[in-house]
């Protein structure tokens, strides 16, 4: 007998099951690197500079440095649909460079120029490709729109709080608890950027099992005679 596949179950379980992989694990590291860092926090241990938020060349930066570059690689791989993923995917690999090569803060240094300041017109174009990815995005995909939406809000907040965490290089009040939740934010963010990535891939891919699924019935039990 021939049994009917409902295309709407092909959808559910394409969009959902790997958007919340996604979600759990990626929640779950960054619970886990907080909690631990916020432990370590006022020891001075070889442990504690690895696991501090705030210290570059740690555990908490390469994990970030991770998720960036899944983001950056889920959104190059978006090409087809439009331009502006691509561009928001190379973004996304210059700040996983800058990540893992120190370069904002080796730039400081050498300067003596705030690295927001020198950043700015990165900013201003970041600006400019998120908004146009979200124009685009928001006739294609809702959920994608909406996630880039929350990524790109919780990126701009922790950049926020970290302009104003220092007073040049003093520490301003209530810098701990300033740059905990920068840190967290901006995991967060990411993570919200692969999901949309990977909520926008899935829209394609679901797309094809329907139409596979509308051509060829699924073949059950005894074969007709």
Not at 75 to 100: I, K, M
């Amino acid at each position: 007998m021939f049994t009917h596949v409902s295309p709407g179950s092909h959808v559910r379980q394409l969009s959902s099951e790997p958007l919340l992989r996604v979600a759990v694990a990626g929640s779950a590291v960054v619970a886990v690197l907080g909690a631990a860092a916020a432990v370590v926090l006022h020891h001075e241990t070889p442990a504690s500079r690895l696991l501090h938020l705030d210290l570059e060349r740690g555990v908490p930066a390469a994990w970030s440095a991770l998720l960036i570059i899944a983001a950056a690689t889920a959104a190059l791989a978006q090409r087809h649909v439009s331009v502006w993923c691509a561009a928001f995917g190379g973004l996304l690999l210059f700040l996983a460079a800058d990540e893992v090569l120190v370069i904002h803060e080796t730039i400081e240094h050498n300067t003596g120029v705030d690295w927001q300041i020198l950043y700015s017109p990165l900013a201003v174009l970041g600006l400019v490709v998120g908004v146009m990815l979200a124009r685009a995005l928001r006739a294609r995909n809702r959920l994608s729109f909406q996630l880039l939406l929350l990524g790109g809000a919780c990126w701009v907040t922790s950049q926020f709080l970290e302009a104003i965490q220092w007073n040049g290089d003093v520490k301003a009040t209530g810098y701990v608890y300033l740059m905990f939740t920068e840190e967290v934010l901006e995991m967060t963010g990411t993570i919200l950027f692969l999901a949309a990535m990977l909520v926008l891939r899935n829209r394609a891919t679901a797309r094809s099992a329907v139409g596979a699924g509308r051509a060829r019935p699924v073949a059950t039990g005894a074969p007709l005679v």
